[in-house]
């Protein structure tokens, strides 16, 4: 299963990465938003996480372009948890949202679940 992380701060996308490997996923690291949307332009994803707040584009917009590719399930990973930034999300037909600081097992659980409910769409 290959898995796009976007995600700014190099040593949170590091540790995230390892864990995501540690559990047998190919994972591809972006560390900003133009990047990011690089990765998505040329690769298929099984499963795409998201910062909100990254550098060039932001993940809000990062999102509104993955919509417009198809139905690739997305978590956003975030800081921001007011209840207009958790609707903004859902406008965007997010499939998750996890609050930053979290235990990268968590991350993985929920990865897990997304691609579980994923393969049986």
């Known amino acids: ?5 976007v995600e ?6 590091k ?3 390892n864990g995501l490997s540690e559990a047998s996923y190919s994972v591809d690291v972006a560390l900003n938003g133009m990047d990011g949307r690089r990765f ?5 994803y099984d499963l795409i996480i998201l910062d909100v707040m990254l550098p060039g584009l932001n993940g809000w ?7 417009k ?6 978590l956003f ?4 948890d007011g209840i207009e930034d958790r609707l903004r999300g859902l406008e965007l037909h997010e499939d998750d949202y996890l609050l930053k600081p979290f235990a ?7 990865v897990r679940k997304l691609l579980r409910r994923d393969r049986g769409r």
């Open 69 to 74: 590719l198809g139905e690739t399930p997305v």
């Open 1 to 5: 299963m290959r898995v796009l992380l």
């Open 104 to 110: 990268v097992s968590e991350l993985v659980a929920r």
């Open 8 to 13: 700014d701060e190099p040593e949170t996308a």
């Open 61 to 67: 917009q990062l999102q509104q372009q993955i919509r």
């Open 77 to 80: 990973l975030t800081t921001k």
């Open 40 to 44: 998505i332009e040329s690769g298929e």
């Open 15 to 17: 540790l995230l990465a």
